[in-house]
């Protein structure tokens, strides 16, 4: 607008109005090189520093995230591969334990039929023995008697020892006879 | 002169205080210039020009388009009510800025080749370059930078006449006229107060159309062949 008038005040003056006036370009030229020094100089650089070290920010977060992130999957893996193992290790203990609680038991068992079969025939061989001796004692025993009550009874002496041990032999055999068919009903 | 001061001024301050403490995790404020100059970076820069060469072109672009938005803005702003643009001086010389810009960006790039391609586009015969030689020196060396700064002028001029008349037509029925004429002014006020908002919506488009057909002369300079 300035130069238009400008035009029209110095109408006697040669002026190109096709030209504008020298002031107008050269302080917008000022103008433009001041806001240009600044942006090239000062704003720009500040901006995009600003905006690498943001994006350099959220890379490197990313970056960690994901390294955390592969790192928590790696130590889940290694995780669950030991536990894995640690199921697998304990069901083998759990098996050789229980085939050796076998096997232990197997052996008590086995130890504990053998020393009752044993206590068994030591038991049987005491009684045994004992009942040999108690019929030794008793036909001993009762033979005496037997003989001493006969021979108050006949008031004679069997002193005879061959007849007399004959009479007991009788005697007994005949007492065992009866006791077997006692036995028997 | 003293708008154009002004809005410098503003810019430089605004950026100086927005990019005096930057900071990782932004602010507001921080955030809101970060847009500002995203949105040249992203949608012009790099939009017209590749991630590369949009980051070579950035400083002139960005501010181009801020000094032209600071400068349309005063247009509306009470107290200032001209745009800076709105006088041959700005436009004309951020025209030429872009012009040195796309002519500097082919040479850099193709040498003196760049005006061969640019003015004897291969894959047309050789006697069609009677026509097309003219033409294209026409349009890219002599057109391009016309159109720049006449583009942006008109449209601040002309905002700013609407304004002027819209803003005086209302003084003028409420005022001068007085009596019945003054119901006018409620519809000029009305009017100017669209106007207003339109030109808010015309600063920010010319700043934007501005830069992006610097970047795109830009652009097809740096292209081998178009």
């Known amino acids: 607008m300035h130069s238009a008038l400008l035009a029209a005040a110095g109408e006697g003056e040669v002026i190109n109005p096709l030209l504008p006036a020298n002031y107008d370009i050269v302080w917008s030229a000022v103008c433009f090189a001041i806001i240009l020094f600044f942006f090239w100089k000062k704003f720009l650089p500040a901006l995009t520093k600003t905006l690498d070290a943001r994006a350099d920010a959220i890379e490197g977060g990313i970056k960690k995230a994901e390294i955390a992130q592969a790192e928590a999957a790696a130590a889940l893996e290694q995780y669950k591969t030991q536990l894995a193992e640690g199921r697998a290790e304990a069901a083998k203990i759990r098996e050789q334990a229980r085939l050796e609680g076998t096997a232990i038991v197997n052996e008590l068992k086995e130890q504990a039929t053998i020393e009752a079969a044993r206590i068994t025939v030591n038991a049987q061989a005491t009684i045994e023995a004992e009942r040999q001796a108690a019929l030794v004692s008793l036909r001993t025993e009762v033979g005496s008697m037997a003989i001493d009550l006969a021979s108050g009874v006949i008031g004679q002496s069997l002193s005879d020892d061959k007849k007399s041990s004959a009479l007991v032999d009788q005697f007994l055999a005949d007492l065992e006879a009866s006791e077997k068919a006692k036995a028997k009903k | ?226």
């Open chain 2, 1 to 226: 002169m003293l708008i154009r001061f002004i809005a410098v001024a503003l810019i430089v301050v605004l950026f100086w205080l927005g990019t005096r403490r930057m900071r990782m995790i932004p602010g507001r404020g921080q955030s809101l210039l970060e847009m500002a100059v995203g949105f040249v970076q992203s949608n012009i820069a790099e939009g017209a020009l590749g991630k590369v060469d949009g980051k070579r072109f950035m400083p002139i672009l960005v501010s181009m388009f801020f000094m032209v938005l600071a400068m349309n803005l005063t247009g509306i702003v009470p107290g200032l009510n001209l745009a800076g643009t709105s006088v041959i001086g700005v436009p004309l010389v951020l025209a030429l800025v872009a012009y040195v810009a796309f002519i500097y960006a082919g040479i850099k790039k193709q040498g003196v080749g760049f005006f061969k391609t640019s003015l004897f586009p291969s894959g047309v015969p050789w006697y069609l370059y009677i026509i097309v030689t003219p033409i294209e020196f026409l349009s890219t060396f002599i057109l391009r930078p016309v159109t720049l700064a006449l583009r942006l002028l008109m449209n601040m001029v002309a905002g700013h006449m609407l304004l002027v008349l819209c803003f005086s037509a209302t003084h003028f029925f409420l005022f001068t006229a007085g009596g019945l004429f003054g119901l006018f002014s409620i519809g000029t006020l009305a009017f100017g107060f669209i106007f207003t908002i339109f030109e808010l919506l015309v600063a920010v488009l010319q700043a934007y159309v501005f830069t992006f057909l610097t970047a795109v002369y830009i652009q097809l300079a740096l292209v081998e062949e178009h």
